[in-house]
């Protein structure tokens, strides 16, 4: 089945460093990424959506600077958390859909996400 | 807007079916109806997802009302492993809302 690998899936920072999260997709190729972020006992919540390419596309409240977002291939897409603080400790998640299926019918692969702390 | 109501837990013994409810009485014509599950400190995993009929996999089975206004995912015998969260989704615009979703324990 479609797979879609994250890394690291842990990771501790100081405050005002940046960090790099990778998605990637190992056995499809994907136009679109999508960002989670889930903050612990609650939901996943959609940061942004990642487009092969083209510029991201940040939902409302979610610092476009801040959490920068590349997509320079069908397989990867990557998020650096700039300038992280404690605040942006979190569980960020990434999921991508296969690019030969239907955009409205087809099931997202997700990733195993990203333990984010930030000291 | 998740736009779906669900049960925020839910108890089931092992090895009994178990049927997830899940309201969505504002769905348009064009949305799906997606079901995942998350296991602690990890991604969500896919279910089913179905438009109008009922839908089997190996899984589960989704079925939809005829008015679309509600489904319910059925866990046929439920094992310890299928403890986890629930979520049912409303999709048509290619990215997924999560809401709260529903938290399974299944008692052994």
């Known amino acids: 089945g479609a797979v879609v690998s994250q890394h690291p899936s842990r990771v501790i920072c100081k405050s005002g460093t940046s960090v790099k999260i990778e998605c990637r997709s190992l056995?499809?190729?994907?136009?679109?990424m999508f960002w989670y972020r889930q903050f612990p006992k609650q939901s996943l919540m959609l940061m942004a959506t990642?487009?092969?390419?083209?510029?991201?596309?940040?939902e409302q409240g979610v610092e476009k600077d801040k959490f920068l977002i590349n997509h320079a291939s069908l397989t990867l897409s990557t998020l650096t958390v700039t300038s992280a603080h404690p605040e942006d400790s979190s569980f960020y998640i990434c999921?991508?859909?296969?690019?030969?299926?239907?955009?409205?019918?087809?099931?997202?692969?997700f990733g195993n996400g990203t333990r984010l702390t930030v000291t | 807007d998740a736009k779906t109501t669900q049960p925020n837990s839910m108890e089931s013994n092992e090895e009994e079916p178990v049927h997830l409810p899940c309201n969505h009485s504002t769905i348009s014509g064009t949305d799906y109806i997606h079901w995942y599950r998350q296991l602690p400190s990890q991604g969500p995993e896919y279910v089913i997802h179905?438009?109008?009929s009922n839908v089997n996999n190996r899984m589960a089975s989704l079925a939809i009302a005829e008015d679309r206004k509600s489904s319910t995912l059925i866990l046929h015998r439920a094992t310890l492993r299928d403890a986890a969260v629930y979520y049912c989704i409303r999709g048509s615009q290619g990215n997924l809302i999560f809401g709260k979703g529903t938290k399974l324990s299944v008692k052994p």
């Open positions: 990642s487009n092969e390419g083209s510029k991201a596309t940040y």
């Open positions: 999921s991508a859909r296969d690019a030969e299926q239907g955009v409205y019918s087809s099931p997202l692969h």
């Open positions: 056995d499809f190729q994907a136009t679109t």
């Open positions: 179905g438009l109008t």
